[in-house]
């Protein structure tokens, strides 16, 4: 894990300073409502519908147990014990008072971590694959340049006042689990034909109101090159972009509106006068990669036998097997989830009790360190098979063993109506009442790989227009409605819902959803997952089903 | 009216002459279009210091050739949020070698008085004279930083 040396701690404390002191002069009425709205925003303070909501960088997802317990404590202290993990690997707190933020900055500053540009519009938060490193099918591990790009993009003085909001994400993969093609800029280490790795870089990628899937501008960019291939799109970006309507000022509206071929002129041409200055150098990047060095595994971890006799003795343990761990790259070891969708707390929500004790658990059993993911759950990277039993037991005692990873009930789910004053309606609620009307764990694995994402509203937090259903919550009337898509899709064929039908009233959202499953488990041909079906038969069969009382 | 300068407040002599008024004597500044339409004729023979101010809408390139002949560029912000003469500040320290005076004007913050100097703005007229001297102060905010500055 990236360590801070003296120049990064000096930045972020200096950063601290200076919103304590804007956040004074607010507080004494000396800067405007609107004005310190673009400051606190490139902060992470939101002003919400009860309270401020302060939004932490996960930088790449990857947090340290000595991270966890601090966010534990300021969990305690300042908040209402618990924290949220988001879907772009950020942690936020929804109930800190204005007044003492600077002081959990400071706090965090301790620990090396710190709340820049996690919102407004400026280069936010770069993410990547919550697998990398340890995944079987990686080319190379994408954190290295993703914390380049971090520094890089950390207080960057032009970019600080985009159109828009800007989001960059690496996968070094051979399956994106980055959601890479739904990105401002998306980032897929590639091989190019003299066998040398680079970067496939993609552009205009997004969710939200108008998802478009990212385009390639540059089939191979040599790494030297990375950092001035970016500042190039950024800066044909900040200059053309559009800024009088907010709802077409990201990116892909440009590139749409630009066309592919010609913004690539234009960036390649802004490129070409600027790459020579903006190298970086082979030592750089080795430098960087030093941070990143696998841990020291044990070379004997293979040979315990206990791991396979509990699975054959436990079914429950077995079933947790399954579905909450994946093949490491290291023989004896195994990547573990720990699920934060419990059926009954709110989809990606943890106490400070569960932040502690995951802390102490990442202490004994995976290196100290814990990822969050992009689909709102937790892994320990590193773990022995011979302490899976154990943990997964202490996991359940935590209620963060639930064996539905990529299972219909790992629903993204973003805070919607009761938290956050820009939605429309409810999602949390949705989650819970879905969860009661799937209650089978056996039909939930029966089911197998369905992802459900669900947004309160047009912004589209969740991603609810590449989940494989799904729901998006809109207001007519003041009263809350649900539109439902089908077949959208993240990873490596990246496809966007199609939508289902008129949207549905709430209470009927979670029978909605059980009629769909219905139906795939009814017309499925053999082990054909959800996604597959859908692409085969299209929405008709389900679209018939569930408008078959009207 | 005072206005900071090269890490100082100083007092300020240019004037800026609106597209419908008449030139005055002194150090004046206009706009990109009345700079194209009046420089031949006027401007280039003026008896003071000329300045260009660009809107965020124009472009730098449009003035490259000219920027020997030209003393200040006033970079205007119609909205603190429009970000554009950040880009724009960059490109005429970096792309065009410009030296002379890089002036910010308009509706911007304090604030952003730190990252407009890392671009390679060198003189800040604010809104409010009385915030000249936190603006001032804003530019020892940080002693580190990630990225080459032009400054």
Same mark, same amino acid.
């Given at each position: 894990?990236?360590?801070? @040396?003296?120049?990064?701690?000096?930045?972020?404390?200096? &950063?601290?300073?200076?919103?304590?002191?804007?956040?004074?002069?607010?507080?004494?009425?000396?800067?405007?409502?609107?004005?310190?709205?673009?400051?606190?925003?490139?902060?992470?303070?939101?002003?919400?519908?009860?309270?401020?909501?302060?939004?932490?960088? #996960?930088?790449?997802?990857?947090?340290?147990?000595?991270?966890?317990?601090?966010?534990?404590?300021?969990?305690?202290?300042?908040?209402?014990?618990?924290?949220?993990?988001?879907?772009?690997?950020?942690?936020?707190?929804?109930?800190?008072?204005?007044?003492?933020?600077?002081? *959990?900055?400071?706090?965090?500053?301790?620990? !090396?971590?710190?709340?820049?540009?996690?919102?407004?519009?400026?280069?936010?938060?770069?993410?990547?694959?919550?697998?990398? #490193?340890?995944?079987?099918?990686?080319?190379?591990?994408?954190?290295?340049?993703?914390?380049?790009?971090?520094?890089?993009?950390?207080?960057?003085?032009?970019?600080?006042?985009?159109?828009?909001?800007?989001?960059?994400?690496?996968?070094?993969?051979?399956?994106?689990?980055?959601?890479?093609?739904?990105?401002?800029?998306?980032?897929?280490?590639?091989?190019?034909?003299?066998?040398?790795?680079?970067?496939?870089?993609?552009?205009?990628?997004?969710?939200? &109101?108008?998802?478009?899937?990212?385009?390639?501008?540059?089939?191979?960019?040599?790494?030297?090159?990375?950092?001035?291939?970016?500042?190039?799109?950024?800066?044909?970006?900040?200059?053309?972009?559009?800024?009088?309507?907010?709802?077409?000022?990201?990116?892909? %509206?440009?590139?749409?509106?630009?066309?592919?071929?010609?913004?690539?002129?234009?960036?390649?041409?802004?490129?070409?006068?600027?790459?020579?200055?903006?190298?970086?150098?082979?030592?750089?990047?080795?430098?960087?990669?030093?941070?990143?060095?696998?841990?020291?595994?044990?070379?004997?971890?293979?040979?315990?036998?206990?791991?396979?006799?509990?699975?054959?003795? @436990?079914?429950?343990?077995?079933?947790?097997?399954?579905?909450?761990?994946?093949?490491?790259?290291?023989?004896?070891?195994? *990547?573990? /989830?720990?699920?934060?969708?419990?059926?009954?707390?709110?989809?990606?929500?943890?106490?400070?009790?569960?932040?502690?004790?995951?802390?102490?658990?990442?202490?004994?059993?995976?290196?100290?360190?814990?990822?969050?993911?992009?689909?709102?759950?937790?892994?320990?990277?590193?773990?022995?098979?011979?302490?899976?039993?154990?943990?997964? !037991?202490?996991?359940?005692?935590?209620?963060?063993?639930?064996?539905?990873?990529?299972?219909?009930?790992?629903?993204?789910?973003?805070?919607?109506?009761? /938290?956050?004053?820009?939605?429309?309606?409810?999602?949390?609620?949705?989650?819970?009442?879905?969860?009661?009307?799937?209650?089978?764990?056996?039909?939930?694995?029966? *089911?197998?790989?369905?992802?459900?994402?669900?947004?309160?509203?047009? @912004?589209?937090?969740?991603? !609810?227009?590449?989940?494989?259903?799904? %729901?998006? #919550?809109?207001?007519?009337?003041?009263?809350?409605?649900?539109?439902?898509?089908?077949? #959208?899709?993240?990873?490596?064929?990246?496809?966007?819902?199609? &939508?289902?039908?008129?949207?549905?009233?709430?209470?009927?959202?979670?029978?909605?959803?059980?009629?769909?499953?219905?139906?795939?488990?009814?017309?499925?041909?053999?082990?054909?997952?959800?996604?597959?079906?859908?692409?085969?038969?299209?929405?008709?069969?389900?679209?018939?089903?569930?408008?078959?009382? @009207? | 009216?005072?206005?900071?300068?090269?890490?100082?407040?100083?007092?300020?002599?240019?004037?800026?002459?609106?597209?419908?008024?008449?030139?005055?004597?002194?150090?004046?500044?206009?706009?990109?279009?009345?700079?194209?339409?009046?420089?031949?004729?006027?401007?280039?023979?003026?008896?003071?210091?000329?300045?260009?101010?660009?809107?965020?809408?124009?472009?730098?390139?449009?003035?490259?050739?000219?920027?020997?002949?030209?003393?200040?560029?006033?970079?205007?912000?119609?909205?603190?949020?429009?970000?554009?003469?950040?880009?724009?500040?960059?490109?005429?320290?970096?792309?065009?070698?410009?030296?002379?005076?890089?002036?910010?004007?308009?509706?911007?913050?304090?604030?952003?008085?730190?990252?407009?100097?890392?671009?390679?703005?060198?003189?800040?007229?604010?809104?409010?004279?009385?915030?000249?001297?936190?603006?001032?102060?804003?530019?020892?905010?940080?002693?580190?930083?990630?990225?080459?500055?032009?400054?």
């Amino acid at each position: 894990m990236y360590q801070y @040396n003296e120049d990064d701690q000096t930045l972020i404390e200096e &950063r601290v300073a200076q919103f304590r002191r804007q956040t004074e002069r607010f507080l004494k009425g000396e800067i405007s409502d609107d004005q310190f709205r673009a400051l606190r925003l490139m902060n992470g303070v939101y002003i919400q519908t009860h309270s401020p909501m302060l939004r932490i960088a #996960g930088p790449y997802g990857l947090l340290s147990s000595k991270q966890f317990r601090k966010l534990a404590h300021i969990a305690r202290e300042y908040d209402k014990g618990y924290c949220h993990f988001t879907t772009r690997q950020n942690i936020q707190f929804n109930w800190p008072q204005l007044e003492r933020i600077p002081d *959990i900055l400071e706090e965090l500053a301790g620990v !090396q971590m710190h709340a820049i540009q996690t919102s407004g519009n400026c280069l936010r938060n770069t993410t990547s694959d919550h697998l990398a #490193g340890v995944c079987t099918d990686e080319l190379e591990d994408p954190r290295p340049y993703c914390e380049i790009i971090r520094q890089w993009t950390t207080l960057h003085p032009e970019f600080a006042y985009l159109p828009r909001k800007f989001k960059i994400a690496v996968s070094g993969a051979k399956l994106d689990r980055a959601a890479t093609q739904f990105h401002d800029i998306g980032l897929h280490l590639v091989k190019n034909d003299a066998g040398e790795v680079g970067f496939q870089v993609l552009v205009g990628g997004g969710l939200g &109101r108008t998802p478009i899937i990212g385009q390639v501008i540059r089939p191979y960019l040599e790494k030297k090159h990375l950092l001035s291939y970016l500042e190039a799109i950024l800066r044909i970006y900040n200059l053309y972009g559009r800024r009088d309507n907010k709802y077409k000022a990201r990116i892909k %509206i440009l590139v749409k509106e630009t066309g592919l071929e010609e913004f690539t002129k234009l960036v390649e041409e802004e490129w070409l006068q600027i790459r020579d200055n903006l190298e970086l150098s082979a030592e750089r990047i080795e430098a960087i990669k030093a941070q990143f060095t696998p841990p020291a595994y044990d070379s004997n971890a293979a040979e315990d036998a206990s791991f396979a006799q509990h699975q054959q003795e @436990n079914k429950a343990f077995a079933t947790w097997v399954k579905h909450n761990t994946l093949n490491h790259r290291v023989p004896g070891y195994r *990547i573990t /989830f720990l699920s934060l969708k419990a059926p009954d707390s709110p989809p990606g929500d943890m106490t400070d009790t569960q932040l502690d004790a995951v802390a102490d658990l990442a202490d004994q059993y995976s290196f100290g360190l814990i990822r969050s993911t992009h689909r709102q759950n937790l892994v320990f990277a590193d773990v022995k098979q011979v302490d899976l039993f154990s943990l997964w !037991q202490k996991l359940d005692a935590l209620k963060l063993a639930t064996p539905n990873i990529g299972t219909v009930t790992d629903m993204i789910c973003c805070p919607g109506l009761d /938290f956050c004053s820009l939605a429309n309606a409810g999602s949390i609620g949705i989650a819970k009442e879905i969860n009661e009307a799937l209650d089978d764990m056996d039909y939930i694995h029966d *089911i197998g790989d369905v992802k459900i994402n669900m947004s309160g509203c047009m @912004n589209g937090c969740a991603h !609810q227009s590449v989940g494989h259903i799904g %729901i998006l #919550g809109v207001d007519k009337k003041g009263v809350e409605w649900y539109q439902l898509t089908l077949g #959208g899709s993240s990873e490596n064929e990246a496809a966007i819902g199609e &939508r289902l039908g008129p949207a549905v009233a709430k209470d009927q959202v979670a029978k909605v959803v059980t009629t769909i499953l219905d139906v795939y488990v009814k017309q499925r041909l053999d082990d054909e997952s959800f996604l597959d079906m859908v692409k085969r038969v299209g929405i008709a069969p389900f679209k018939e089903e569930v408008y078959a009382d @009207n | 009216m005072q206005i900071i300068k090269d890490k100082q407040i100083i007092d300020d002599s240019w004037n800026y002459i609106s597209d419908d008024a008449e030139l005055k004597t002194g150090n004046i500044s206009v706009s990109l279009a009345r700079w194209n339409k009046d420089k031949q004729q006027q401007l280039l023979h003026h008896d003071g210091k000329v300045g260009v101010r660009l809107e965020p809408s124009d472009s730098v390139d449009n003035i490259a050739e000219d920027l020997k002949k030209i003393e200040l560029i006033e970079l205007n912000f119609p909205a603190f949020a429009d970000g554009r003469a950040f880009s724009h500040a960059w490109l005429l320290r970096n792309r065009y070698q410009y030296t002379g005076e890089i002036r910010a004007t308009g509706h911007y913050m304090p604030d952003q008085v730190f990252y407009l100097s890392r671009v390679g703005i060198n003189a800040f007229s604010l809104e409010k004279t009385e915030d000249l001297p936190a603006a001032l102060s804003t530019l020892n905010d940080f002693t580190v930083s990630y990225q080459k500055s032009t400054n």
